[in-house]
């Protein structure tokens, strides 16, 4: 997908973004319209019609694809906080959904704040791929199955809280990990240097050679955990795993190629940080070729 507004002024994609993630999550006020007499049902129809009206008079493509996407996840967030105060069982699916909301939004914010150049649409990571939004749809075909049928399961509220730990913690690290590796950070595993590509070891990167993969690790394990959901729990810890195995060594591949030994010496004095996996397998020195 193309780059969202190439001319725009520097930092422009970032306050339109913030601007119209804090406009969709004023549906917090919806509750003081319902008061007032406004049926529930109908003010939400009210409330998004008239959010989408308003963008739509403000902006013009590209930044209305950046306004609609970035309002659309503070409205989520929004919701997801109404839902987390509810007297229901469903209160920890709020704390879920202001999770994934936060994270898709600040993916976005940061890249604008951190790498402009790298900036698109496509650093919501909402397109992220087609396996990302199944195992999305899986965890909440669970949840509410097993709300139905097993509520109780859902109401265990310290196994909710240490998954909100673990989503913390990711979050933080990850972000932390993009801060701190600046234009050098981007979603995409880069196969060539470019001429302002260093190598950063500084920061959360002098603990782990992949903090911003352990901070997603922690945090996609931690929404199920969150959830309370057994099945997913399992398969997004199986399966996100085995994902970072194979994401570290194909990265890890470009590296060594672009620093050589400067990356080598890095690698054998830091970690990955992941549960259980090395990164690439690195063979005894030869000429031509340093890794496997």
């Known amino acids: 997908m193309a780059g969202c507004a190439a001319r725009a002024p520097p930092g ?5 973004s913030l601007a ?3 406009l969709g999550a004023s549906v917090l006020a919806l509750p003081l319209l319902t008061r007032a007499g406004l049926q529930g049902r109908t003010g939400l129809a009210l409330y998004v019609a008239g959010l989408n009206a308003l963008l739509l008079l403000l902006y013009r493509p590209p930044r209305y694809q ?7 996840l503070g409205f989520v967030f929004g919701c997801g906080v109404l839902l987390s105060f509810s ?8 704390w ?32 992220h791929s087609l396996e990302y939004t199944v195992a999305a749809l899986s965890s909440w075909i669970e949840f509410t199955l097993e709300n139905i049928f097993w509520p109780e399961l859902k109401q265990i509220t310290w196994v909710s809280a240490t ?11 990850r972000k932390a990990a993009m801060f701190t590796a600046g234009s050098n950070f981007n979603h995409v595993v880069q196969n060539e240097k470019s001429d302002t590509h260093t190598l950063v070891t500084s920061g959360v990167y002098a603990w782990f050679r992949h903090p911003s993969y352990v901070g997603w690790f922690y945090w996609s394990i931690g929404t199920q955990v969150m959830l309370c959901n057994p099945i997913c729990g399992v398969v997004y810890a199986l399966t996100v795993w085995r994902f970072f195995r194979d994401r570290t060594e194909e990265e890890e591949i470009s590296l060594i190629h672009f620093f050589g030994e400067e990356y080598l010496e890095y690698k054998r004095r830091v970690p ?3 549960p259980f996996i090395q990164g690439v397998k690195v063979r005894a020195p030869r000429r031509g070729r340093a890794a496997e």
């Open 12 to 16: 422009s994609e970032a306050r339109l």
């Open 96 to 127: 879920y959904v202001c999770s994934l909301s936060l994270f898709h939004y600040s993916e976005y914010l940061v890249t604008a704040v951190n790498n402009p150049k790298s900036l698109s649409l496509d650093s919501f990571l909402l397109n």
């Open 163 to 173: 998954g909100l730990l673990m989503v913390v913690f990711g979050e933080c690290l």
């Open 20 to 22: 119209t993630f804090l």
């Open 87 to 94: 007297q229901s069982s469903w209160n920890h699916f709020g």
């Open 66 to 72: 950046i306004a609609i996407r970035a309002c659309f």
């Open 272 to 274: 990955t940080g992941l």
